[in-house]
């Protein structure tokens, strides 16, 4: 393996790594938040959706069946629908008032990147 080819697979890991301790955090502040003040069902929507579409696409790195085959009709639905859908999360995440409206975006945003990670090398494989 040659110098590039390491730093693609370091850069491709940190992308797919980087969702999980701010999905994590954002649950935490959720939590905490929770007990002192009333909870929000649209804030807990706005992070159970991304937490799982997160999932969804972990199991499809895993799992070919999950998501579908590469070049697949089914897996290429898959994979658009959840980055419109993230897409469209992260607007509404953007127009909320709540405490933790930066770290629904930030980690909405990073779950984006993730499928958007996954169209492309699904199209390029």
Known sequence: MTVEEKII???????????????????YRWHTRRKVERSDNVVFALLAIPTMSYILSLLGLAFEDVVGPYYSTRGMVTIYVNLG???????CAAF???????????????VVLVWAYLAVVSSAV
Do not use: D, E, Q
């Open 85 to 91: 859908l993230m897409a469209a999360i992260t607007l």
């Open 9 to 27: 697979y370091a850069f491709a890991l940190v992308l797919l790594g980087l969702p999980a301790p701010l999905l994590v955090y954002a649950w």
């Open 96 to 110: 909320t008032s709540s405490s933790l409206r930066r770290i629904l975006l930030l980690s909405i945003g990073a």
